[in-house]
């Protein structure tokens, strides 16, 4: 039988930035979601399992041209 099959979509993964540099976040606010460490953690920035990285403390947020994402302390 020649013909097409999985005519199914798959949930979306919601990936990308999810706050952007000079937004202010707080502890545990979630900064982006990625598949492997395209982004690296900076100063304040913590990495889940799942590569996310989030803020560890309050503050607001810088990228890095390098893509090194931190967050400067508001203290």
Known sequence: MAHVVNGRDGQPKTL???KFEGQTVRAGNIILKQRGLHFKPG????VSKDHTLYALVDG???FDPRRIVSVISSE
Do not use: A, P, T, Y
């Open 16 to 18: 990308g930035v999810k």
């Open 43 to 46: 100063s304040n920035v913590g």
């Open 60 to 62: 607001k947020i810088e």
